[in-house]
T-cell receptor, first 112, second 113 residues
Framework: KNQVEQSPQSLIILEGKNCTLQCNYTVSPFSNLRWYKQDTGRGPVSLTIMTFSENTKSNGRYTATLDADTKQSSLHITASQLSDSASYICVVSPFSYDKVIFGPGTSLSVIP | DAGITQSPRHKVTETGTPVTLRCHQTENHRYMYWYRQDPGHGLRLIHYSYGVKDTDKGEVSDGYSVSRSKTEDFLLTLESATSSQTSVYFC????????????FGSGTRLTVV
C-alpha cells in the first residue's frame, strides 16, 4: 500500500534556529515529491517540487532533499522566523496517474 | 487563494440535515477535488472531477455526493450530515491528471451537532 509518513508529528523551536523535517514514503515508482506549507486556517501552498532524479531543491530558506534509494525526503528550514509556524505536508505523486498521497504533516511552532 | 474560492468558510449544522459546500475556480482547470482534513490524518480524497459532469469517488466517499455542471463550479453535498463528517473540507484544482501541482482553496470548517 502506498503510504507517506512524516516525523516528528510536532516540533517547537526558537526563532532563528534551524530545523529538519522528515518524510518517508513507500510509493514506487513516483513522479515527483512536493512539500507544502499550510498556515492555520488556510489551504496548503506548494514550497518545493522534486522529480525522482533530483537530490535537492531550494526555495529561499527552505531546502528539500530527496534520496530515492532509501525513499526519504527532508525539508530543512534555515534561520527560522515566526511566520514559519505552520504545518508542513509531504506529498508524493505516483507515476501511474493515481491520486497523490498526502502525509499527515508536521506541525512546526516557532517561538520568540 | 487566487483563482479558487470556497463557500461558506464556516458552517454549523444539525445531524440529519443536508449540506452543500461550493467550490468556484477562475483558472479553467479541468480537474477539481474535494478533500477532508482531520487531526492525525493526511488530506483524504472524497470525490474528484475530470470534466463537466465527469466525477468519480475517492477513498472516503460514503455519505457524500458531488456535482459539476460547469467547469468553474464543483459542489459537495452531504445528504444527511453526521457528527463523523465534522471536519475541514478543502477544494483543490489542477491542470493535469493525478492532482499534480494542486492549488487549494482556503477551506470550509463544518461542524455537525
Amino acid at each position: 500500500k502506498n503510504q507517506v509518513e512524516q516525523s516528528p508529528q510536532s516540533l517547537i523551536i526558537l526563532e532563528g534556529k534551524n530545523c529538519t523535517l522528515q518524510c518517508n514514503y513507500t510509493v514506487s515508482p513516483f513522479s515527483n515529491l512536493r512539500w507544502y506549507k499550510q498556515d492555520t486556517g488556510r489551504g496548503p501552498v506548494s514550497l518545493t517540487i522534486m522529480t525522482f532524479s533530483e537530490n535537492t531543491k531550494s526555495n529561499g530558506r527552505y531546502t528539500a532533499t530527496l534520496d530515492a534509494d532509501t525513499k526519504q525526503s527532508s525539508l530543512h528550514i534555515t534561520a527560522s522566523q515566526l511566520s514559519d509556524s505552520a504545518s508542513y505536508i509531504c506529498v508524493v505523486s505516483p507515476f501511474s496517474y493515481d491520486k497523490v498521497i498526502f502525509g499527515p504533516g508536521t506541525s512546526l511552532s516557532v517561538i520568540p | 487563494d487566487a483563482g479558487i474560492t470556497q463557500s461558506p468558510r464556516h458552517k454549523v449544522t444539525e445531524t440529519g440535515t443536508p449540506v452543500t459546500l461550493r467550490c468556484h475556480q477562475t483558472e479553467n482547470h479541468r480537474y477539481m477535488y474535494w478533500y477532508r482534513q482531520d487531526p492525525g490524518h493526511g488530506l483524504r480524497l472524497i470525490h474528484y472531477s475530470y470534466g463537466v459532469k465527469d466525477t468519480d469517488k475517492g477513498e472516503v466517499s460514503d455519505g457524500y455526493s458531488v456535482s459539476r455542471s460547469k467547469t468553474e463550479d464543483f459542489l459537495l453535498t452531504l445528504e444527511s450530515a453526521t457528527s463523523s463528517q465534522t471536519s475541514v473540507y478543502f477544494c483543490a484544482i489542477s491542470e493535469r491528471e493525478g492532482g499534480d501541482g494542486y492549488t487549494f482553496g482556503s477551506g470550509t470548517r463544518l461542524t455537525v451537532v
